[in-house]
C-alpha cells in the first residue's frame, strides 16, 4: 500500500566509462517485479562503502542492498525497486554517509565510509550526510541524479561535474560521489513486463507527486539514439516520409516528439513546404498551438543510417542512399494524451465542450494568420491538462497559407471534407469540417472510422447531433454541412461555447474521477 510523506532532502554525480556486463544475481529477499535499476560500486571505495552497509548497516538500510555480477565476481550493490520505496517517495532515494542524529541516519542508500581519514584529508572528495538523490522528476522524462545537499558539494554524471543541479541518467552512464564511483544499470524487460512496469511508475506518480495525468515513459533501452541534448527512445507514428519519435533531453528531462524527415527528389516539394509552415508557425505564439520547439537540419546520411531509418518508413516508399538529400528533424512539445483518449474517458459533455472549444481556439487564431491546418484530427490534438481542460494542435505538415489550394492528397481520409478531391480546389472551410467530424466523435464518444461523404451517412449523423441543443451539438452540426461557405467558423463557434467556462473544474468529470 502506498503512503504518502513530505520532506525536502538534498543531491547528484557522474562519468563517462566503459561497463561490465552485469547480470543479476536471483534473491528471494528482493522484490524483483518493481525492480527497475541496480546502483553498482565501480571502484574499491565504493564496493567497500557499500559491502560495509550490507554487513553493519540498519534492517533499513540493508533491505536496498542486493547483488550481481561484476568483472567476473559477485558485487554487493544498491536496488532501486517500486517494491521497496525510500522513506520519502516524494523525494526519492537519497544517498551519502549518514547523520547521525537523523531517523534512519537521514539517508537510504547508505555509504559506509570506514576510513575516515580519506574523507578528511580530501575536502573536494567529500561526502556528504545527505549527498544526493535518485528520483523521477514530476512533468519531465527519465530517472534523474538529483545534486542539491545544503553543503553544495559536487556530484559527477557521464564527467560533468555539477551542484544544485540534476540530469537524466542514460543508459551507459557513472556517477561519481565523492570518491566512490558507481554506474547505474537498468533491469532489462519485456515488452510486457516494461508495459507493466509503467502503469505502476504511474501510479507512483499520482501518489506521491500528486499528479493526475503523469507523463510516464519506457526506460533506456539499447535502440536509444543521440542527436545533440536529444535521447531519442521508440518510434510513436510513421507515415510515407518520415516518423516521429518519443525523445527526451538528457540534461533537463524535457519529454518532446521528434518528426524525423528524409527529403528526395521525390517528394521534395511536399518537404521544403512543410518545413517553411512549420519553420512560419514556430514564430507565433499562442497557448493552443504546439508549434515546434527546434528544427533541425543535416545533408544525408550514410547507407547503414538510411537503410535503418528506412525500417520504420511507411511500406510505400523504399528510399535508398543516393536518392536521399536531407533530413530535418522537427522537435515539438509531447503530451502524453491527445483527443482520441478523450471519446473513451469519463470526461463529462460539458467537459468534452470545452475540450471542443480549446481546438476552435486554436483553429481560429491559426486562420486570423492566414493559415488552413489541413489535418485536424484526434491524434493531432493533444491533452495537455484534464482539470482544468488545456489542449493543443499539432502537426504542421500538411499547412498551407493558400487562399484555394489544389487537391495534393493531404490529411486523414476519414477527416477530408467532399471538396477535397481530384480536380477541385478547397479552402480554410475544410478545417471546419474536419472539426465538425471531431465534435461528432466526441459526442458519440467513439471515432466514426470512415469517410463521411454527402448522402445518407451524412443526413444520418446530421440528425444524430439534431438530438440535443447543446453547444457541442450545435457547433459541430453547424460545421459539418455540405457548402464551404455554409459552415460555422471557428470564430462564429467560439461564443456558443463560451459560458462553459464558468463550469466548476469538479463538475467535468463525472463522479468527479480522473480520465
Known amino acids: 500500500m502506498l503512503t504518502q510523506s513530505t520532506q525536502l532532502i538534498e543531491g547528484p554525480y557522474g562519468v563517462q566509462m566503459e561497463l561490465d556486463r552485469l547480470d543479476p544475481i536471483p534473491d528471494d529477499n528482493l522484490d524483483h517485479y518493481g525492480r527497475f535499476a541496480m546502483l553498482v560500486p565501480m571502484n574499491a571505495v565504493a564496493r567497500s562503502a557499500v559491502e560495509a552497509t550490507a554487513r553493519s548497516g540498519s534492517a533499513y538500510h540493508q533491505q536496498f542492498i542486493g547483488q550481481t555480477f561484476f568483472g567476473e565476481r559477485v558485487t554487493k550493490c544498491f536496488t532501486l525497486s517500486l517494491g521497496t520505496l525510500p522513506e520519502f517517495a516524494q523525494i526519492g532515494w537519497r544517498i551519502g554517509r549518514g547523520r547521525d542524529a537523523l531517523k534512519n541516519r537521514g539517508v537510504d542508500l547508505l555509504l559506509t565510509i570506514e576510513d575516515r581519514r580519506v574523507d578528511q584529508d580530501s575536502e573536494k572528495n567529500r561526502i556528504a550526510g545527505i549527498h544526493a538523490r535518485l528520483n523521477w522528476v514530476k512533468g519531465a522524462g527519465g530517472f534523474f541524479l538529483i545534486a542539491d545537499n545544503k553543503r553544495g558539494e559536487t556530484v559527477m554524471l557521464d564527467g560533468e561535474i555539477y551542484r544544485n543541479d540534476q540530469r537524466t541518467i542514460q543508459l551507459k552512464n557513472s556517477i561519481m560521489i565523492g570518491e566512490?564511483?558507481?554506474?547505474?544499470?537498468?533491469?532489462?524487460?519485456?515488452?510486457?513486463?516494461?508495459?507493466?512496469?509503467?502503469?505502476?511508475?504511474a501510479e507512483f506518480f499520482r501518489v506521491f507527486h500528486d499528479d493526475a495525468n503523469p507523463l510516464v515513459l519506457p526506460l533506456p533501452s539499447d535502440s536509444e539514439m543521440r542527436f545533440g541534448d536529444w535521447i531519442f527512445q521508440n518510434p510513436i507514428s510513421r507515415g510515407s516520409y518520415g516518423v516521429v519519435y518519443m525523445i527526451v533531453n538528457a540534461r533537463t528531462g524535457l519529454p518532446a516528439a521528434a518528426k524525423r524527415i528524409l527529403k528526395s527528389h521525390r517528394n521534395a516539394y511536399a518537404v521544403d513546404?512543410?518545413?517553411?509552415?512549420?519553420?512560419?508557425?514556430?514564430?507565433?505564439?499562442?497557448?493552443?498551438?504546439?508549434?515546434?520547439?527546434?528544427?533541425?537540419?543535416?545533408?544525408?546520411?550514410?547507407?547503414?543510417?538510411?537503410?535503418?531509418?528506412?525500417?520504420?518508413?511507411?511500406?510505400?516508399?523504399?528510399?535508398?542512399?543516393?536518392?536521399?538529400?536531407?533530413?530535418?528533424?522537427i522537435i515539438s512539445p509531447l503530451l502524453n494524451a491527445t483527443f482520441r483518449s478523450l471519446y473513451t474517458s469519463n470526461v463529462s459533455h460539458t467537459g468534452r465542450s470545452i475540450f471542443f472549444r480549446r481546438l476552435l481556439e486554436g483553429v481560429a487564431f491559426l486562420h486570423e494568420h492566414g493559415i488552413c491546418h489541413r489535418d485536424i484530427k484526434p491524434d493531432n490534438i493533444l491533452v495537455k491538462s484534464y482539470d482544468p481542460p488545456e489542449a493543443m494542435l499539432t502537426d504542421f505538415g500538411c499547412a498551407s497559407d493558400k487562399a484555394q489550394i489544389p487537391y495534393d492528397c493531404p490529411g486523414t481520409i476519414s477527416y477530408l471534407a467532399p471538396e477535397q478531391v481530384e480536380g477541385r480546389t478547397h479552402g480554410p472551410a475544410v478545417d471546419y469540417w474536419s472539426c465538425?467530424?471531431?465534435?461528432?466523435?466526441?459526442?458519440?464518444?467513439?471515432?466514426?472510422?470512415?469517410?463521411?461523404?454527402?448522402?445518407?451517412?451524412?443526413?444520418?449523423?446530421?440528425?444524430?447531433?439534431?438530438?440535443?441543443?447543446?453547444?457541442?451539438?450545435?457547433?459541430a452540426l453547424g460545421m459539418l454541412q455540405l457548402d464551404p461557405e455554409s459552415r460555422m467558423t471557428a470564430a462564429e463557434a467560439l461564443p456558443y461555447l463560451r459560458d462553459l467556462e464558468e463550469m466548476r473544474p469538479s463538475r467535468l468529470m463525472r463522479n468527479n474521477s480522473p480520465a
Open 436 to 475: 465538425g467530424v471531431v465534435g461528432l466523435e466526441l459526442v458519440l464518444g467513439k471515432v466514426v472510422g470512415s469517410r463521411i461523404l454527402p448522402g445518407h451517412k451524412l443526413a444520418q449523423n446530421q440528425d444524430y447531433l439534431r438530438e440535443s441543443e447543446s453547444p457541442l451539438n450545435v457547433c
Open 273 to 329: 513546404r512543410e518545413i517553411e509552415m512549420t519553420s512560419r508557425i514556430s514564430k507565433l505564439t499562442h497557448r493552443r498551438i504546439a508549434s515546434a520547439i527546434e528544427i533541425c537540419h543535416q545533408k544525408a546520411r550514410s547507407m547503414a543510417e538510411t537503410q535503418r531509418i528506412r525500417n520504420f518508413l511507411d511500406e510505400n516508399w523504399t528510399p535508398t542512399a543516393d536518392n536521399i538529400t536531407d533530413e530535418y528533424i
Open 180 to 201: 566512490c564511483v558507481f554506474t547505474l544499470r537498468y533491469t532489462p524487460r519485456t515488452p510486457e513486463e516494461e508495459e507493466q512496469f509503467l502503469v505502476e511508475l
